[in-house]
């Protein structure tokens, strides 16, 4: 298994373009997530979803859009990118959506917004 | 607000030294908690969890965390670190029920040689 995979790897945006950040798991994992890591503030929840077709909004949606078509597939998009959104950002998922289970982690992507 | 708390940010020890990291949460009802290790250049793993039964948890490479409920804390212990534990480790938590982990803000261990 390839586990949590995330593409690309780093990117450079300037303010105002777009762009969607892929992750996929083959895992047959019911609950993915995507956070944003910054300095000092450890890893914050932007969007997650419980299973094919459902997603809700964590704690700093703003400026970011997902959508779940597939059980694989948690893609992240950034429709109008901004310097407050360069950050790493990390897709996760986990078997179901209860609170106890482990989460696995995707290697991050590196993003800047000039 | 309902947070998780690491205070230490930045600790700097020796090899062969002993490591205790804090990690308080502010939640009320139960509670499942991790700890998670970041190496340079990786993604976060899973050190241990807790959600039931001894609260003294073992974990991989000799990594062990008390849970202790009285003072809301799953505070990060290991006896004698090395080089090869230099790492950000964050603390997380979630409230039973609920899908959110809630992570702290991290502590970056650097071990010297």
């Known amino acids: 298994n390839a586990g949590v995979t995330q593409t690309p790897k780093f990117q450079v945006l300037k303010t105002g373009q777009s762009m969607t950040l892929q992750c996929a798991q083959d895992?047959?994992?019911?609950?993915m997530s995507w956070y944003r890591q910054d300095p000092g503030m450890g890893l914050r929840l932007i969007h997650y979803?419980?299973?094919?077709?459902?997603?809700d909004q964590g704690e700093v949606p703003n400026g970011y859009n997902v959508s779940r078509s597939t059980t694989e597939d948690f893609p992240l998009r950034l429709l109008s990118a901004a310097p407050s959104q360069t950050s790493v950002y990390f897709c996760?998922?986990?078997?179901?959506?209860?609170?106890?289970?482990?989460?696995?982690f995707g290697p991050g992507t590196r993003l800047t917004v000039l | 607000a309902q947070s998780v708390s690491q205070h230490n940010h930045h600790v700097i020890l020796s090899e062969a030294a002993s490591l205790e990291l804090g990690c308080n949460y502010s939640?009320?009802?139960?509670?499942?908690l991790f700890w998670y290790v970041q190496y340079p250049g990786q993604h976060l793993q899973l050190l241990l969890k807790?959600?039931?039964?001894?609260?003294l948890v073992k974990g991989i490479k000799g990594f062990e965390a008390e849970f202790i409920k009285s003072k809301f804390s799953f505070n990060l212990r290991k006896p004698s670190v090395q080089w090869s534990d230099t790492a950000e480790y964050f603390c997380?938590?979630?409230?039973?029920?609920?899908?959110?982990?809630?992570f702290g803000t991290g502590t970056r261990l650097k071990v010297l040689a």
């Open positions: 996760a998922s986990r078997p179901n959506p209860d609170s106890h289970n482990e989460q696995f």
């Open positions: 895992m047959n994992h019911e609950y």
């Open positions: 979803s419980v299973g094919a077709g459902i997603t």
């Open positions: 939640y009320g009802g139960t509670v499942n």
């Open positions: 807790y959600f039931s039964g001894d609260p």
């Open positions: 997380a938590v979630t409230r039973s029920g609920t899908y959110k982990y809630i």
